[in-house]
């Protein structure tokens, strides 16, 4: 077993400060680290090879955010509903049932007309499940 720890800050203005601790225990665990140029559409990023039960952390972050880099996830077969990187995403245990599939790959397309965005993804996950 491998641990995964997750510590986050949000800091409200005048509000409320929330500290998010969080340890996980993974079976296994992959960093990927991918160009994806300018123009580029569906640029396939490999998750995991198993169900989406098995995914435990999935955090996606980028170099480049904002309306021109967005992502799909996809079985294999059918692909979810385009979705914009507007910041880092994280994804816990059984969020990525949101999807509505099991999350396979990570497409990815860079809408920009000049600019490579470079997008990082982790994924933890049950590796015997």
């Known amino acids: 077993m491998t641990q995964l720890k997750m510590t986050m800050a949000i800091a409200v203005a005048g509000g409320p400060t929330w500290s998010i601790n969080r340890t996980e225990d993974v079976e296994a665990y992959d960093v990927v680290s991918v160009a994806i140029p300018a123009g580029a559409t569906d640029t396939e990023v490999q998750v995991q090879p198993g169900e989406s039960a098995q995914i435990i952390v999935l955090a996606i972050q980028s170099s480049v955010y904002g309306d021109d880099i967005t992502y799909k996830a996809s079985d294999g077969t059918t692909d979810s509903d385009e979705l914009t990187l507007h910041g880092p ?41």
Request: aromatic share 8%; charged share 15%.
């Open 89 to 129: 995403q994280l994804f816990g245990r059984g969020v990525t049932s949101l999807f509505g599939l099991d999350v396979k790959t990570l497409k990815f397309s860079n809408a920009l007309a000049d600019g490579t965005a470079t997008i990082q993804v982790l994924v933890g996950r049950d590796a015997t499940a």
